[in-house]
């Protein structure tokens, strides 16, 4: 009798776990498929003539800084709530968006019929997490300074070269401090092939070949970053 229970027990939770899952929407995917076709995307958006749509990016931060959104509580009692009543019931009235974008752009049209509220609430929940102003103000200056780097830098960070090399110690392999010592035609090419031994305290490290990885334009933007390192004078042998 008690198998019995349990059995039916366990029946009842994988029903309800099944049910769940059915109605368990990915919000990404669920916005790529709803609202990709006129809005973009991406943060930062691209930017190209003739949008039917403005950014999903400047949608999301200008309905949290108008809404004056400050929290999850805002989230679930504004914002999610005025996704889903717009994108189904549209209107001027209704629209944060000023009279002369809604006059470029046009009012947009009610989704009533291809998309639910479940689905719409999905999509909320993500556009809120993943359009995120300061992330997105600190990924931008992450990349302003990332691009005011030497080129020869911004391609040993981009490549993963420090994952065995540091620029002024010695790491797995030599720092490139050290390296800068060697002759151009040398570096560029244990860039290009590889090499094991050339350095003390290091015999046991392989360096492996990234021939493909660089073009000759790049192989010679990195051996000239390299070279700024260091002099004779202080590079190791």
């Known amino acids: 009798m008690r198998y019995l229970a349990g059995l039916i027990m366990v029946l009842i939770l994988t029903g309800c776990g099944d049910k769940a899952q059915e109605t368990h929407y990915n919000g990404a995917a669920l916005l790529e498929k709803k609202c990709g076709i006129c809005h973009n995307l991406k943060m930062p958006p691209d930017t190209y003539e003739d949008e039917k ?85 600190k990924e931008m200056q992450e990349k302003a300074a990332f691009y005011a780097l030497p080129k020869g830098e911004q391609l040993v960070r981009k490549s993963g070269c420090l994952n065995c090399h540091d620029i002024q110690k010695a790491k797995v392999g030599p720092s490139f401090a050290m390296i800068a010592n060697k002759g151009a035609e040398e570096i560029i090419d244990v860039i290009q092939n590889g090499s094991q031994g050339k350095w003390e305290g290091f015999h046991n490290m392989l360096m492996p070949a990234f021939k493909n990885k660089f073009t000759q334009d790049e192989l010679r933007i990195l051996q000239e970053w390299i070279h700024t390192l260091g002099t004779k004078d202080k590079a190791s042998p």
């Open 53 to 137: 749509a403005p950014p999903m990016m400047a949608v999301v931060f200008h309905l949290k800084d108008f809404m004056k959104i400050k929290d999850n509580e805002d989230k679930a009692k504004k914002f999610i709530p005025f996704i889903q009543d717009y994108t189904l019931e549209p209107s001027r009235e209704k629209s944060y968006c000023d009279e002369a974008s809604l006059d470029a752009y046009g009012l947009m049209p009610s989704q009533k019929g291809n998309v639910t509220e479940d689905e719409l609430k999905a999509i909320a929940e993500y556009i809120f997490t993943f359009y995120d102003q300061e992330k997105y103000l």
